[in-house]
C-alpha cells in the first residue's frame, strides 16, 4: 500500500539557518503529494502542494519538488524563523479511485533565536 | 468559511461512558476523515469515507463506531470510554482521490480534546 516516511525530529536549528525536512514515499501510478504545518493548539493546515512529477510547490518561503526518481518530496526553507516553530507533516494522495490520504509521522521543528 | 467544523472542543468522561463527536464540512467534498494524534505518534486513521454512504477502518479503529450522515457530517461514536482513547481527535475533509481532480488536499477541523478518566 502507499506510504510515507520523512525523517524523525525533532529538529532544532537557529534563526535564519537553512532547514531541510526529508520525505519519501512509495506508492503506484502518480500521486498528488502535500506538506501540511501544525502549529502549537491548532489544526493541521495545507503549507504547499505538488500534484505532479517535476513540479515545485511554494509557500511562506517553503519549498518542495516532486521527484518521482528518487520517490521524495522534501521540505526546504532557506532562512526559519522562530515563527516557523511547529509540527510538519509529509503526506500523499493516491491516484486509484478512493485512496485514502496516508501521512508521515510528522517532524517537530524547533527554531531558537 | 466555516471548512470542517467540529464539537465539542474540549470534553472529559469518565471510563464507560459514551459519546459523540461530531464533524461536519461545507466544501461539498466526498472524503471525510477521523484521526487521533497522541504525543509523538503524529496522526492515526481511525476511520475514513471515501465518499456518501461508504466507510471504512483505518488503522486504529477499535473502540470506535462512525456514521457518514449525509455528505456534510461524518460523525465518530465511543460506545465505552477508555483511558487509552485520551487524544485529540482531528476530522478531516476532502475531494475523492483517482477521480481527476488535482485538488484533493486535506481541511483540518481545529481538534477536540478529549480525556477519559
Known amino acids: 500500500g502507499n506510504s510515507v516516511t520523512q525523517m524523525e525530529g525533532p529538529v532544532t536549528l537557529s534563526e535564519e539557518a537553512f532547514l531541510t525536512i526529508n520525505c519519501t514515499y512509495t506508492a503506484t501510478g502518480y500521486p498528488s503529494l502535500f506538506w501540511y504545518v501544525q502549529y502549537p493548539g491548532e489544526g493541521l493546515q495545507l503549507l504547499l502542494k505538488a500534484t505532479k512529477a517535476d513540479d515545485k510547490g511554494s509557500n511562506k518561503g517553503f519549498e518542495a519538488t516532486y521527484r518521482k526518481e528518487t520517490t521524495s518530496f522534501h521540505l526546504e526553507k532557506g532562512s526559519v524563523q522562530v515563527s516557523d516553530s511547529a509540527v510538519y507533516f509529509c503526506?500523499?494522495?493516491?491516484?486509484?479511485?478512493?485512496?485514502?490520504?496516508?501521512f508521515g509521522a510528522g517532524t517537530i521543528l524547533r527554531v531558537k533565536s | 468559511n466555516a471548512g470542517v467544523t467540529q464539537t465539542p472542543k474540549f470534553q472529559v468522561l469518565k471510563t464507560g461512558q459514551s459519546m459523540t463527536l461530531q464533524c461536519a464540512q461545507d466544501m461539498n467534498h466526498n472524503s471525510m476523515y477521523w484521526y487521533r494524534q497522541d504525543p509523538g505518534m503524529g496522526l492515526r486513521l481511525i476511520y475514513y469515507s471515501a465518499s456518501e454512504g461508504t466507510t471504512d477502518k483505518g488503522e486504529v479503529p477499535n473502540g470506535y463506531n462512525v456514521s457518514r450522515l449525509n455528505k456534510r457530517e461524518f460523525s465518530l461514536r465511543l460506545e465505552s470510554a477508555a483511558p487509552s482513547q485520551t487524544s485529540v481527535y482531528f476530522c478531516?475533509?476532502?475531494?475523492?482521490?483517482?477521480?481527476?481532480?488535482?485538488?484533493?488536499?486535506?481541511?483540518f477541523g481545529q481538534g477536540t480534546r478529549l480525556t477519559v478518566v
Open positions: 503526506a500523499l494522495s493516491g491516484s486509484s479511485r478512493g485512496n485514502k490520504l496516508v
Open positions: 478531516a475533509s476532502s475531494e475523492l482521490a483517482g477521480t481527476g481532480a488535482l485538488n484533493t488536499e486535506a481541511f
